[in-house]
């Protein structure tokens, strides 16, 4: 029987190093892995996905902040992997074109697991955006004024859209205004729709995930954003009540 390729993943990962070498269902290696054993928190799991996207991801947890990972002893985990006994489950990612209006700055193509998130640029200086839902406009075509917006995945409502919106959900896109003062703060839409969000004025800094790559939004740039083609998929201790399936 063949071992299952295996890269560990996390800042204290050593400490379970030992654990995967002596397992016989397991092959240690450093690059082109089946399997990423995450250990650590959200954050080791957000960052293992974008290194080794599509990868399958086991994440055990090994920090106080940690809602996405296997709370259970690693030999535990380990041992139920190994016996084909983990859930295995597909989220939904999100790929973000960002069109600049300026030659200056090259388009870019960002894919985030959790949420991308347009924030004002100066932090005395709100933003105003235009959104359109496929081709509808939304807010009957009228700016909205705030801190900026987050799109988020079902896998990220529980993240920074919640708290902003204090609440969560389970199928579709949710989009969350920061600090606005329209009557609603968030809306919910079908993930078979493209998101069209104009910068009318800024600046702004678009980031993703917990990434530290970010990128600088200016006036009259455009953000296209749709469920990306691929999702994440991360095995759980047991079946989830509401997954954020693919399909």
Request: hydrophobic share 35%.
């Amino acid at each position: 029987m063949d071992r299952m390729k295996t890269l560990l993943h996390g800042k204290e990962s050593g400490k379970i190093k030992g654990l995967v070498e002596d397992h016989p269902a397991f092959e240690l290696v450093k690059a082109d892995p089946a399997i990423v054993v995450c250990y650590g928190g959200d954050g080791t799991l957000l960052t293992a996905e974008q290194r080794w996207p599509g990868v399958p991801k086991v994440p055990i947890l090994n920090s106080s902040r940690g809602n996405r990972c296997i709370a259970r002893p690693p030999e535990e985990v380990l041992d139920r992997l190994a016996a084909g006994d983990l859930a295995r489950t597909s989220f939904t990612k999100l790929e973000c074109r960002v069109e600049h209006d300026s030659d200056a700055q090259e388009n870019r193509v960002v894919i985030a697991m959790n949420e991308v998130n347009v924030h004002m640029g100066n932090i005395n200086s709100a933003v105003r955006v235009q959104v359109w839902l496929g081709d509808e406009p939304y807010n009957g075509g009228n700016e909205i004024l705030g801190d900026g917006m987050v799109v988020s995945t079902p896998f990220g409502s529980t993240a920074y859209y919640n708290k902003i919106t204090r609440s969560e959900f389970y199928t579709g896109l949710g989009i969350a205004f920061n600090n606005t003062g329209e009557h609603t703060s968030h809306i919910v839409v079908p993930d078979n729709l493209t998101i069209r969000v104009r910068l009318n004025r800024g600046p702004a800094v678009l980031s993703f995930d917990n990434s530290q790559d970010y990128i600088h939004v200016e006036q009259n740039d455009t953000l296209i954003i749709r469920k990306h083609d691929q999702p994440a998929t991360i095995y759980t201790w047991a079946p989830m009540t509401h997954p954020s399936r693919d399909s």
